[in-house]
């Protein structure tokens, strides 16, 4: 049913902070999330994964230009800090506490079937090491920590390519495992797999990435940019002999930046037998008219770091709004409790009544039963007269807290006599012992 607001979906995403963003990352992931969170009942969070870039990287000066360069590229290419959540992961103290949280909740078994580890397992065995040779404890924890940048925001729907799917999956596994445990804290993420998007070739035709050494940097300076295209690897037909589009890299990237329309002209071009170094002018061409505005807001940025920083750490209050008492709930939730609290629970009563006008009763050496009423500071207020059984003292008190200063007269012949200040004292003593006992009821 149509409502008019529904309850926004959650999208969230981190991005790794161990490299330069290029022109793959732009066209497979930038473009397509800036543009998708405008959109209307979309609540994004977007965060620099630097934590998880200390698992591949241990340079340091690298992990803090590749934390700048990505966070300049986010707001350079239109990601409005005001509109989405846009944040540091470091900079959330509540994600490595959920993470431990997560870690007593994960099989190791689990952990065991993870792609990323398997991988690079896999390596040192073909190369006859230990299977374990390359693999940090980090690493092995990697899909824990994913689980908790993505559960600590209970976000809905996670965008990632195919090869993080497994860890959507892992992340669905905890929130179950603790929802179970724990009660229902968690909500269930699911990957959105966006296949419209497109890879982008290299330099070298595979595909674009920093691993393969053949990306181009998104913003290199406008001359670098037309030097690396022109060493795009093409064949070696020569101006005048029709070209392939299918199998060319600097095809496929032109259609990346191009509408159709474009797209279908150097398609012309190319079976009319376009020289190559023009084809790759047209494609510098295109990109640059898409890209150099962009740069200009990149270069900006990235010489003001300081305003970067402010940006995140506002971002970080944002998230951390959520976070901070989240994680209360989820601490309270498996018994990380405040101690003083439950003492004052379990004491509370007892501590109260000690504050607290009190009857006391007690029998005396000729036999007979009696009572006293004390007020706060133990002081007496009423002494009744002797009773014949513990029972009818106990009605008389039971009559005094029930009927207060109307039983006070109707039993004065039981009581020792009072003047009328004692009255009202004794008076006022009942009706604050009712309260008291009415509020601990309550508790
Ligand atoms: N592991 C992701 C990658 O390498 C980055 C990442 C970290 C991430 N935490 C995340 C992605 C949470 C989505 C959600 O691409």
Not at 89 to 103: G, H, K, N, R
Not at 196 to 221: C, Q, W
Not at 353 to 373: H, I, S, V
Not at 417 to 433: K, Q
Request: aromatic share 8%.
């Amino acid at each position: 049913m149509a409502s008019s607001s529904p309850t926004p979906v959650r999208f969230l995403t981190g991005i790794t902070t161990s490299g330069t963003p290029h022109l793959g990352n732009y066209v497979g992931s930038v473009r397509h999330s800036v543009r998708f969170s405008r959109q209307a009942h979309v609540q994004s969070f977007y965060f620099l994964a630097d934590y998880h870039a200390l698992i591949k990287v241990d340079e340091p000066a690298r992990i803090q230009r590749s934390t700048l360069e990505i966070a300049a590229t986010w707001l350079a290419c239109g990601l409005d800090p005001e509109r989405v959540t846009f944040y540091r992961q470091s900079d959330i103290a509540e994600i490595p506490e959920l993470t431990w949280f997560l870690t007593c909740v994960t099989a190791k078994g689990l952990l065991n079937r993870a792609h990323a580890y398997k991988a690079q397992m896999d390596k040192s065995i073909a190369r006859g090491e230990d299977p374990d040779a390359d693999v940090s404890a980090g690493l092995f924890m990697y899909p824990v920590l994913m689980g908790a940048d993505i559960l600590m925001f209970n976000a809905h729907k996670v965008p990632v390519g195919r090869d993080q799917v497994q860890h959507i999956e892992m992340a669905r596994d905890m929130a179950q495992r603790f929802n179970h445990l724990y009660g229902e804290h968690f909500t269930l993420p699911e990957a959105e797999i966006d296949d419209a998007v497109a890879t982008l070739p290299g330099l070298d035709g595979r595909k674009m990435s920093k691993s393969y050494d053949n990306t181009i940097p998104l913003f290199t300076p406008r001359a670098q940019l037309q030097k690396l295209i022109a060493g795009i690897v093409t064949d070696s037909r020569a101006p005048g002999e029709p070209k392939e589009t299918e199998g060319s890299a600097l095809f496929q990237i032109y259609q990346a930046f191009a509408d159709a329309q474009e797209t279908e002209a150097l398609r012309r071009a190319f079976a009319d037998g376009i020289a190559w170094g023009d084809a790759k002018q047209l494609l510098f061409e295109r990109i640059d008219r898409e890209i150099g505005p962009l740069r200009q807001a990149y270069d900006t940025l990235i010489n003001d770091p300081a305003r970067i920083e402010k940006i995140l750490l506002a971002g970080a209050e944002k998230a951390r709004a959520i976070s901070r008492p989240f994680m209360a709930e989820l601490r309270h939730a498996v018994g990380l409790r405040n101690l003083g609290a439950a003492r004052d629970k379990a004491a509370a009563p007892k501590a109260a009544k000690a504050a607290r006008p009190a009857f006391k009763q007690y029998r005396e050496k000729d036999g007979l039963y009696y009572f006293k009423l004390l007020d706060e500071n133990g002081s007496q207020l009423l002494q009744s007269l002797g009773f014949a059984s513990p029972q009818e003292a106990g009605r008389a008190i039971g009559q005094l807290r029930a009927q207060r200063g109307t039983a006070l007269t109707l039993l004065a012949a039981q009581l020792e006599p009072v003047d009328n200040a004692t009255v009202r004292a004794a008076t006022d003593a009942l009706e604050a012992l009712a309260a008291a006992e009415a509020a601990g009821h309550k508790n």
